[in-house]
């Protein structure tokens, strides 16, 4: 019986068992394992960089979203303020005091035998400063807005050709006026401030007397 060698039967058996080295094994996956861990790092740090972005642009968003708002709020601020001050001006056009309502009603209460000589005007304001609103203690304080106190007296100077005896006559007719009653107010009177003694006018040979009269008004506070 033919006998037959395989003389390649020892290098297949070491090419098999270098195949199946585990040394190989392990460095193959680990080279493997290596390789997945560098993709999922790359992978996370493509997600970080693009969050990252996302975050700068939501950022960006928000910053421009507080500007306007803060914008919205000054403009809402000014308006307010111009809106207080408007008010004022037309309460200050239809509460001031009226120079022409006043003479006219003056016309309205003379009586026989007074002639006015003088008529004197003085309004002086006392200002006072806008205190503007604060926070203390978590708290917000309101401000006060910036006020004016007028004060006005009208100093009435005039000749009674009666010697004295119509200037309380004359007293009581602008008191009776309606106007300068509502003018006037509860409780404030026309005052009697100074008197001549009777004497001689050189124009109508009469003997007269010279007084004074004095019109305190209220107090108005102006915002």
Known sequence: MP?????????KLAEEMRRRDPVKR?????????AIELFVVGLRQLTIITKQRELRNLQFTITTQTNTYTQILAAERKLNETTVKLAALAKLCTNRFLWGSFLNALQKSMVSGIQLLELKGDQSYTLTEEIK??????RTIPGKPATAIERTT???????????ENIVGFIASLQENSYLKQLLGPGNK????DTS????DPETKKRS???????????????
């Open 133 to 138: 609103p604060r926070t203390e203690g978590g």
């Open 209 to 223: 007397v010279v007084f004074a009269l004095e019109i305190r008004l209220p107090e108005r506070v102006r915002q």
């Open 197 to 200: 003694p009777p004497a001689e």
């Open 190 to 193: 026309i005052q009697l401030r």
């Open 26 to 34: 392990i460095a193959f996956f680990a080279v493997l394992v290596i």
């Open 154 to 164: 009208i100093i009435l100077r005039a000749k009674d050709e009666t010697e004295g």
């Open 3 to 11: 006998i037959k060698l395989n003389l390649l039967a020892e290098e």
